[in-house]
Structure formats: C-alpha cells, structure tokens
C-alpha cells in the first residue's frame, strides 16, 4: 500500500483508556510521524468514561499525536482498525482499508456482543457490519500480530498477497529495565494474569499452596513491573489469541516463562521458548507444571540462560516493528530537514531563535524544520489555561503562533521521550557565554541527548 504525499492515515484507537491495543496504536502512530505521514487518531468509546473533549489517555498523552472527529473519505488516504472494531471498516469502500489482527479472541467477543445484543430484540434497531471475511471485502489489507493471526485468516481465505506481518514491541519502561535485573532481589514467587486461564491455574494453586502464587490484579504499571522485577516465574494458560504483552513483558523483567499450547503458545515463533517450558492445561499435567515450576525455583540461573532466545527476540521488536511497517507500506527513506526542539523555555532569545530557524525553513533545501518548544510551564497540563495573545490551546495542546505557524509547547519529559523515538532530530538553544553553554550541555546530557545532537547558538 502506497503513501502518497497528500495521503492522511486514520487509526482507530479505545478512548480514555490503558491498554495494550491502545498503546500499541499510539506507537504505530508515533512510528508514522517519524515517517513523515499525516496521521490522525480516532477515537471511539471503550467505555462509560468516554470524553469526546479530551479522548486520550493519561499515559498517551505524551505521544502528542493529533486526534480528529472527522474521516476525510478519500481514495488516497488511509483507514486503520484493530479487528475488535472492524465494524470501523465499513465507513466507506471509498477510503484504502486496513484491518490489524491483534487478538483472534477480541474478533470472536466482538461478534458475539453485537449477536447477542441482537437476539434480545432483533427488531430494536439495525444491525452494525462487522468483517467476516466476505468476498466483497476482497480490497481490504489485513496486517497480522502473530503466526497464529496469519494462519487464521489464511484459513478464511485471505490471500497471502493481502497479508502483512506487522508486529508490536514493549514500551520502553520494559525494555530499558531488562539489563538491569538483579537476581539477587529475585524470590521464589510465581505470578499470573488472573483474567486469563484461570480456571486452569487455580487447579495449580489448589494442588500447590505452598508456593507463593501472585496475581496481577488492580497494579499501577509500575507495580506490575516491580512484581515482575521480583518473581522468578510467569504462567500463562490462557488461550493466547496473540502475542500477548504480558508474558514478554515478564521475560526481560527477569521471569522465566511458562504456558499452555493455545493459540499463538502452540507454535514456536510467536512464543519462542523451550518446549520443556509449555504444557497442556490438562489435569495430568498438574504435577508436571509444578515439578518444573520449583526446578525454576531451585535453578533458576540455568532456567533462565534457556530463553534467553526469547529475550533477545522480545529486545529487537522495535526494529522489527519499524521494518515492518515501512515494508507493508512500501516506504522509501527520503532525506528530510531535521526535526528541531527549541529550548529551554519561552524567552525573548528562543522566539527569536525561531523565527530564525523558520526564516530559514524557507529556503528550498531547508536544514532543520521546528518541531517544538520545550517549556515545563506552558505546556499543556489538565486544568491549567493559559491567556495570552500568542498562545492558544487545541485539542489540549498549547501552542505559540508566530506568523500563523502553530509551535507545539510540550514538557521537557515528553521532549525527551519523543527524541528516543527519533521524532525529535536536535535540541536548540541560544547562549551568551561559556557558563550558559555549559548548564544547556549539562541539562542535555541528563535527557540523555547525544553532543552530536546539540545545536547552540550566540545570542
């Protein structure tokens, strides 16, 4: 599928929630940007706590990417949805469609909701399309989380033609506290995902009390991950519709894994641990699952070293990922100007440093292109309004207009957090000696911005 310059991408995407479908279509988002494509999120209700005004999410807040009410339905741009809302599809044939397999069982429960819904009272209202795999839905691509999303839409006579494998990758928070794990703090606790597979494990825990089994119920994100930073294993018996965040987010806090043979558990690529490692949930098998959980227990290191496969696997996914999305696209790396974050606050120097990097941005091979404005009071914070002549807030963002051109103000954490995603290039400033020189390199350098990435110039 091919962007086309004027091309627009919408995602559809849960409203004021956390999730691992969420986030992930915020990270596709944020991918594209840094791709230099126009996308738009849409939101739609995922629960009682919908807000039309302000859809997004806490924790997403600092991906800073664009939402819209509108769909602009047009041959040229582009529709994306994970199949829990494919009934999102049908907005108009008149728009290149994409429907992403995230979860087999979030498209089962999807159809069984609108169908039962129906069947209380058939006649209350009309029924809602969803995908289900109709020759006249031939034109729509289908990207694939997992082998075992591939495999089922293979099997409902999906061509292979019109199938992408494209990924997704843990946030970061996982993957940079992966080679930090002290096995000294490791405890011979066992850990699970009570909303998945539990009948089966409470058939574990019932034939084990023993063991300190701990479920992962009502936790911040943080305190999954000190859990997790904690125990020495992770069971998962559920029937595993994908590759599911969870388990890998248990192996590189330092879990060994376990799981079942369902879904994506059954082969070996989505899930790519030792066979020794999964069981069928049967009642045989009960034994077997604790005899080798306390094998974990009592050699843990040598358990460990055995997926290590895995970990690697789970650490290269966001270059997977960005692969993966530039080949279902067919991108071709283009040169750009560089993305600009000026900084360190709103002042007479940093306007005029703008306006100086924008007088510049006209010229026709430009350099740098402005990006943002790194400025920790003025960006946008809930419940803080900010009155001024040159600044105004859309859609929950502020932004300092200069000759008609909207600047972003964000934080100096989400600047930072945009650079590790390499949709900020350089951090700009303006100094008048040495002293201010060296306070900007010192605050750089606790952002974790490279020297190389340092644009400085004189007042």
């Known amino acids: 599928m091919v962007i086309y310059p004027e091309t627009k991408i919408y995602i559809i995407c849960p409203a004021n929630i956390h999730s691992g479908e969420a986030e992930l279509m915020h ?57 829990y809302y494919s009934q999102s599809l049908y907005i108009s044939s008149n728009i290149r469609r994409i429907i992403w397999w995230l979860s087999i069982d979030n498209y089962i429960n999807s159809m069984c909701t609108i169908l039962r819904k129906f069947r209380l009272n058939p006649v209350d209202s009309t029924m ?22 591939e495999l089922f839409v293979k099997q409902n006579g999906v061509s292979g033609n019109r199938i992408f494998k494209v990924g997704d990758y843990l946030t970061e928070t996982f993957l940079s506290n992966a080679a930090d794990i ?12 009570p909303v998945k597979g539990f009948e089966f494990t409470q058939k574990l825990i019932r034939s084990a009390p023993d063991i300190n089994w701990q479920p992962i119920r009502n936790m911040t994100p943080q305190q999954v991950r000190q859990l997790l930073a904690r125990a020495k294993v992770y069971i998962d018996f559920s029937s595993h519709s994908g590759r599911d965040r969870i388990p890998r987010e248990a192996a590189v806090s330092g879990c060994c894994v376990i799981t079942g043979r369902r879904g994506a558990a059954a082969n070996a690529t989505d899930i790519e641990i030792d066979e020794t490692f999964k069981f069928d949930d049967t009642l045989d098998n009960v034994p077997k699952i604790i005899d080798r959980i306390k094998d974990i227990f009592y050699r843990f290191k040598i358990n460990f070293d055995l997926q290590a496969k895995y970990r690697k696997q789970i650490m290269n996914e966001p270059k997977d990922f960005e692969r993966d999305v530039k080949r279902a696209f067919k991108y071709n790396e283009v040169i750009s100007p560089k993305r600009v974050a000026v900084m360190p606050g709103l002042s007479i120097e940093v306007v005029n440093l703008v306006k100086y990097l924008l007088r510049k941005a006209t010229l026709d091979k430009p350099q740098y292109n402005v990006a943002c404005i790194v400025d920790d009071t003025f960006s946008y914070r809930k419940g803080i309004t900010v009155k001024s002549d040159v600044i105004k807030t859309v859609d929950n963002i502020n932004y300092l207009m200069i000759n008609d051109i909207s600047i972003p103000l964000i934080s ?20 008048s000696d040495e002293a201010e020189t060296a306070k900007f390199k010192s605050l750089s350098n606790s952002l974790g911005i490279y020297p190389k990435d340092l644009l400085i110039f004189k007042k």
Not at 138 to 149: E, F, K, M
Not at 187 to 192: A, K, L, T
Not at 414 to 431: G, H, M, P, S, V
């Open 182 to 193: 002290d096995f000294n703090l490791k405890e011979d606790i066992v850990v699970f995902n």
């Open 412 to 431: 100096t954490a989400d600047a930072a957090f945009l650079y590790r995603l390499q949709r900020i290039d350089k951090f700009a400033t303006c100094t």
């Open 128 to 149: 809602p399309k969803f995908f289900y795999f109709d020759k006249k839905d031939s034109n729509i691509t289908h990207w694939v989380q997992s082998d075992y999303a």
């Open 27 to 83: 990270q596709l988002a944020s991918q594209l940007i840094n791709m230099h494509c126009k996308v738009f999120m849409f939101y739609l209700p995922a629960d009682a706590n919908f807000n039309a005004e302000d859809p997004v999410a806490p924790l997403y807040k600092k991906y800073h990417i664009p939402f819209t009410n509108d769909v602009d339905i047009n041959h040229k741009n582009i529709l994306i949805t994970p199949e």
